[in-house]
């Protein structure tokens, strides 16, 4: 059983399109992430939520929207995309937030914008 | 702010040993290190808590030294699955619960 699942696993989609990458995962978890790896390997955190409510934000352009509609979903929906937008896109997830609880990451989404 | 960590990149024969250094300008925490293969996805290595424990995962151990702001992984008498990038993630004490991650340390291990 796949603990943290992604879809899709590759998205190529044009400048100004408007588009979503879904994320589950079955291991119970309170807390859910999504980090952007940029081309040079940077793992930066975007989001996180626990138990449905957002609890980091971080300096995210507007055009992308965080829904989470239980703890064990987590969406990231991005609006009018741009060039700079191309990354891997990863959701993890910790048994609950806070210091101590390791992070299990998704498969990621390779996104690339023409 | 994300730590800094050292050295970039590292090539070894298998059974060599390395060391990958992760430091950080703010009071921490606790450190997490993970490892991702090319095309996969980051796995948990290990995390160390404030109180300077030193942590084992089958040959790969850390360190961690809460006054110098820094923590080690070593990697000892490498073996080729032990090729990948690894990433020292930072939580600091004034941003609980939010993982800031190095630029990674690329290892590779060959025959």
């Known amino acids: 059983d796949t603990a943290v699942s992604q879809t899709p696993k590759y998205l190529v989609t044009q400048m100004g399109n408007d588009k979503s990458i879904k994320c589950e995962q079955n291991l119970g978890h309170d807390t859910m992430y999504w980090y952007k790896q940029d081309s040079k390997k940077f793992l930066k955190i975007m989001f996180s939520?626990?138990?449905?409510?957002?609890?980091i934000n971080e300096t995210v352009p507007n055009r992308f929207s965080p829904k989470s509609p239980d703890k064990a979903h987590l969406n990231l929906h991005i609006n009018s995309l741009e060039l700079g937008d191309s990354a891997v896109y990863f959701c993890a997830s910790s048994q609950a937030l806070g210091q101590t609880y390791e992070q299990y990451f998704g498969p990621g989404t390779r996104l690339t914008v023409t | 702010q994300q730590p800094v960590q050292s050295p970039q990149a590292v090539i070894l024969r298998e059974g060599e040993d390395a060391v990958i250094n992760c430091s950080s300008s703010k009071a921490l925490y606790s450190v997490h290190w993970y490892r991702q293969k090319h095309g996969e996805a980051p796995v948990f290595l290990m995390i160390?808590?404030?109180?300077?424990e030193q942590k084992g995962h089958d040959k790969i151990s850390a360190s961690f030294n809460e006054k110098k702001q820094q923590s080690s992984l070593y990697l000892t008498a490498s073996q080729l699955s032990y090729s990948g990038t690894y990433f020292c993630?930072?939580?600091?004490?004034?941003?609980?619960?939010?993982?800031?991650f190095g630029a990674g340390t690329q290892v590779v291990v060959t025959p």
């Open positions: 993630g930072t939580d600091s004490t004034d941003s609980w619960g939010k993982l800031q």
């Open positions: 160390l808590l404030k109180g300077g």
């Open positions: 939520y626990n138990n449905k409510e957002l609890i």
